[in-house]
Structures are given as C-alpha cells and as structure tokens.
C-alpha cells in the first residue's frame, strides 16, 4: 500500500512561478489567479512531488505524511 502525503500550496508566498504545474501536471495544476495548487488534497508520495517542493524557489509546497501528520517538507529549521 502506498502511502499519502497531504500538499498544500501557501497562495500568501506563492509568486506564480508554475514550476510546479510544468514539472508534474499530473499533481499540480495553476489557479484561475496562476497560484499553483495540488490536484487534489492528497497525493501519492512519490519523489516527483518531493522533488517539485523542494524545486519551488520559496517553499511555498508543504507536505505532510495523510496519516500521521508528520512534516515531510520544509524540514524543521
């Protein structure tokens, strides 16, 4: 069983950038405002979506485990 991640996308820091959207369509889609956003509220946990966090230039992509609730990215400062 895979396991999920809940994505959100803070629209206060987003800057529109659409690197998420044009880095994996699939799980990331652009609002009517151009504010990236997952495609749903949970995803499966794939390094794709990790690897599109970790790509956005201001962190605006938090990812928890679904179940757990652990913060999986950012990192704990």
């Given at each position: 069983?895979?396991?999920?991640?809940?994505?959100?996308?803070?629209?206060?820091?987003?800057?529109?950038?659409?690197?998420?959207?044009?880095?994996?369509?699939?799980?990331?889609?652009?609002?009517?405002?151009?504010?990236?956003?997952?495609?749903?509220?949970?995803?499966?946990?794939?390094?794709?979506?990790?690897?599109?966090?970790?790509?956005?230039?201001?962190?605006?992509i938090?990812?928890?485990?679904?179940?757990?609730?652990?913060?999986?990215?950012?990192p704990?400062?």
């Amino acid at each position: 069983m895979t396991d999920h991640w809940t994505v959100t996308v803070d629209k206060r820091v987003c800057v529109r950038t659409g690197l998420c959207a044009a880095s994996a369509p699939e799980e990331f889609e652009l609002d009517e405002s151009g504010q990236g956003r997952a495609r749903s509220e949970t995803l499966p946990a794939s390094e794709t979506v990790l690897e599109v966090a970790e790509s956005c230039p201001i962190e605006a992509i938090g990812i928890k485990h679904a179940k757990t609730g652990e913060r999986i990215f950012p990192p704990e400062s």
